[in-house]
C-alpha cells in the first residue's frame, strides 16, 4: 500500500529502540555487479537509488512503482500516482537532467549502459499498472536495455514459481505480505537479465541453507521517527559460498521491501519467500535488505517516494534514506564513504 494505516506506534518504538545489532562487514564483492531491486515504494526508492549512483549500479528491477523523479516535478506529480496515462516523460527526463546538471545525482549518461527489469501486475489495485508504462518509456529513453514483464494478470504484489507461500496470483494479498503464486519466478527472471542469463534457477522446494544477517542501520542513518523512517536494525542474506573468508568474489544486490512487508511486519518474508535467497544462494549473490521503520506519518513503513524527507533531496545522494543506503553500499564493498 502507498498510505499509512494506523498501527501499535508505542509498542514499536520500544520493539526496536531496546535492541542492538552489531556492525554490518564488508565482503568480498565484485564492484561492478552492483545491482538493485524493489517493490511499490520500494521500486519507486530503486529508482532513486539507480539515478543517485547509476556510475555503479548496472541494473534495476523497478516493480509495481512510478517513474523518476515523479514526486519532485510539479506538474507531474498527481499524473505518476493517480493518471499516469498523462505523464509527459520529457518533463521527467529535464528534472532527473537538472539534478544531474547540480551533481546531485550521477550522470544519466551511465543509463546506457544500465539494464533495467520492469514488472507490473495487470490487475493492480493499488498502483495503476500504466506507471510501469512511463518507467519503461524513461528508461528507454535514457539508453537503458530494458526487459519488462506487463503481462500476467496478477494483483500488486511480488509474483513467485510454486514456492508453497503466496496468494491467489490475480488478487490482492495483503495477508501474505503482496507475495501472489502466478507461476513465475520474478527473482529468478530478474537476477537472470541482469548476470547474464546463465544463472541456475531454483528446483521447487529448494531451501536455501546461507546466513541471515543482522546489522545495525543506526550508524548509516539517524533513528528519526518523523524524518528518516528506517530501521535501527538492517539484514542481508549471505549464500554459503560468500561467507567471511572465502576467497570466492561473489555479486552484489539490494533489495528494497514495499510497505506493510519491512521486517517488523513482515519477519524475513522478503528473503525467503520470493525466491531472493535461493536464487542468491545458487548463484553465489550477497543480498543486502534495507528496513524502513513504521513512524507516526508512516505507519505503514513505506519508502519515502514522495519528499517526506525533504524535496529535491529525498531523490538525490543527498537524500536522508539514499545516502545511508548509499553508505551500506561502501561498507559492503569495503570503501568509505
Ligand atoms: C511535454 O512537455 C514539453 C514541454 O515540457 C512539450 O514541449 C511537449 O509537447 C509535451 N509533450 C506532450 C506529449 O504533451
Ligand atoms: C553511453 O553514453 C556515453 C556518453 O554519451 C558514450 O560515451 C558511450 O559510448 C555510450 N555507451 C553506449 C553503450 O551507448
Ligand atoms: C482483480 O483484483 C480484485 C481485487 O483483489 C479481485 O477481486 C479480482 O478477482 C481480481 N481479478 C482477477 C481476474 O483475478
Ligand atoms: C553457462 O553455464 C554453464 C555451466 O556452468 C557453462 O557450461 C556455459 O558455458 C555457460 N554459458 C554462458 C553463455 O556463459
Ligand atoms: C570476518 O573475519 C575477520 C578476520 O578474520 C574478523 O575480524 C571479522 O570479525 C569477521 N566477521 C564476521 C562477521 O565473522
Same mark, same amino acid.
Given at each position: 500500500?502507498?498510505?499509512?494505516?494506523?498501527?501499535?506506534?508505542?509498542?514499536?518504538?520500544?520493539?526496536?529502540?531496546?535492541?542492538?545489532?552489531?556492525?554490518?562487514?564488508?565482503?568480498?564483492?565484485?564492484?561492478?555487479?552492483?545491482?538493485?531491486?524493489?517493490?511499490?515504494?520500494?521500486?519507486?526508492?530503486?529508482?532513486?537509488?539507480?539515478?543517485?549512483?547509476?556510475?555503479?549500479?548496472?541494473?534495476?528491477?523497478?516493480?509495481?512503482?512510478?517513474?523518476?523523479?515523479?514526486?519532485?516535478?510539479?506538474?507531474?506529480?498527481?499524473?505518476?500516482?493517480?493518471?499516469?496515462?498523462?505523464?509527459?516523460?520529457?518533463?521527467?527526463?529535464?528534472?532527473?537532467?537538472?539534478?544531474?546538471?547540480?551533481?546531485?545525482? +550521477? =550522470?544519466?549518461?551511465?543509463?546506457?549502459?544500465? #539494464?533495467? %527489469?520492469? &514488472?507490473?501486475?495487470? !490487475?493492480?489495485?493499488?498502483?495503476?499498472?500504466?506507471?510501469?508504462?512511463?518507467?519503461?518509456?524513461?528508461?528507454?529513453?535514457?539508453?537503458?536495455?530494458?526487459?519488462?514483464?506487463?503481462?500476467?494478470?496478477?494483483?500488486?504484489?511480488?509474483?513467485?514459481?510454486?514456492?508453497?507461500?503466496?496468494?491467489?496470483?490475480?488478487?490482492?494479498?495483503?495477508?501474505?505480505?503482496?507475495?501472489?503464486?502466478?507461476?513465475?519466478?520474478?527473482?529468478?527472471?530478474?537476477?537472470?537479465?541482469?548476470?547474464?542469463?546463465?544463472?541456475?534457477?531454483?528446483?521447487?522446494?529448494?531451501?536455501?541453507?546461507?546466513?541471515?544477517?543482522?546489522?545495525?542501520?543506526?550508524?548509516?542513518?539517524?533513528? +528519526? =521517527?518523523?524524518?528518516?523512517?528506517?530501521?535501527? #536494525?538492517? %539484514?542481508? &542474506?549471505?549464500?554459503? !559460498?560468500?561467507?567471511?573468508?572465502?576467497?570466492?568474489?561473489?555479486?552484489?544486490?539490494?533489495?528494497?521491501?514495499?510497505?506493510?512487508?519491512?521486517?517488523?511486519?513482515?519477519?524475513?518474508?522478503?528473503?525467503?519467500?520470493?525466491?531472493?535467497?535461493?536464487?542468491?544462494?545458487?548463484?553465489?549473490?550477497?543480498?543486502?535488505?534495507?528496513?524502513?521503520?513504521?513512524?507516526?506519518?508512516?505507519?505503514?513503513?513505506?519508502?519515502?517516494?514522495?519528499?517526506?524527507?525533504?524535496?529535491?533531496?529525498?531523490?538525490?545522494?543527498?537524500?536522508?534514506?539514499?545516502?545511508?543506503?548509499?553508505?551500506?553500499?561502501?561498507?559492503?564493498?569495503?570503501?568509505?564513504?
Amino acid at each position: 500500500m502507498w498510505y499509512p494505516k494506523i498501527a501499535p506506534l508505542l509498542f514499536i518504538f520500544a520493539h526496536v529502540q531496546g535492541q542492538q545489532f552489531p556492525p554490518l562487514q564488508s565482503y568480498n564483492v565484485d564492484p561492478t555487479s552492483i545491482t538493485i531491486s524493489g517493490i511499490s515504494s520500494g521500486g519507486a526508492f530503486a529508482t532513486q537509488v539507480h539515478f543517485s549512483y547509476s556510475s555503479q549500479i548496472i541494473g534495476a528491477g523497478i516493480f509495481e512503482a512510478a517513474a523518476y523523479p515523479c514526486a519532485l516535478v510539479e506538474e507531474e506529480f498527481l499524473n505518476c500516482l493517480g493518471t499516469p496515462y498523462k505523464t509527459n516523460i520529457s518533463n521527467l527526463i529535464r528534472a532527473a537532467a537538472s539534478l544531474a546538471d547540480q551533481g546531485l545525482i +550521477d =550522470p544519466l549518461t551511465n543509463m546506457n549502459d544500465s #539494464k533495467v %527489469y520492469v &514488472y507490473h501486475g495487470m !490487475n493492480d489495485s493499488v498502483v495503476p499498472f500504466l506507471s510501469s508504462g512511463n518507467v519503461v518509456d524513461m528508461y528507454k529513453r535514457l539508453g537503458a536495455e530494458v526487459h519488462a514483464q506487463l503481462s500476467i494478470n496478477a494483483g500488486h504484489g511480488q509474483p513467485v514459481d510454486g514456492n508453497g507461500f503466496g496468494g491467489p496470483c490475480g488478487e490482492h494479498n495483503a495477508d501474505y505480505f503482496y507475495i501472489n503464486e502466478c507461476g513465475y519466478n520474478a527473482a529468478y527472471e530478474m537476477l537472470n537479465f541482469f548476470y547474464g542469463e546463465n544463472l541456475t534457477r531454483p528446483e521447487k522446494g529448494y531451501q536455501p541453507d546461507g546466513l541471515i544477517v543482522d546489522f545495525n542501520q543506526l550508524e548509516f542513518s539517524v533513528y +528519526d =521517527p518523523i524524518v528518516i523512517s528506517m530501521s535501527p #536494525k538492517g %539484514y542481508l &542474506y549471505v549464500p554459503k !559460498n560468500c561467507q567471511n573468508g572465502t576467497t570466492k568474489m561473489c555479486r552484489f544486490h539490494i533489495a528494497f521491501h514495499g510497505c506493510n512487508s519491512n521486517e517488523f511486519l513482515g519477519g524475513y518474508a522478503a528473503a525467503y519467500k520470493t525466491h531472493y535467497a535461493e536464487v542468491a544462494e545458487l548463484n553465489d549473490i550477497i543480498i543486502l535488505f534495507p528496513q524502513s521503520a513504521i513512524t507516526v506519518i508512516n505507519t505503514a513503513g513505506c519508502w519515502d517516494f514522495a519528499g517526506l524527507s525533504g524535496v529535491p533531496d529525498y531523490a538525490t545522494k543527498r537524500g536522508k534514506q539514499v545516502s545511508a543506503v548509499g553508505r551500506m553500499m561502501s561498507r559492503i564493498l569495503g570503501e568509505n564513504r
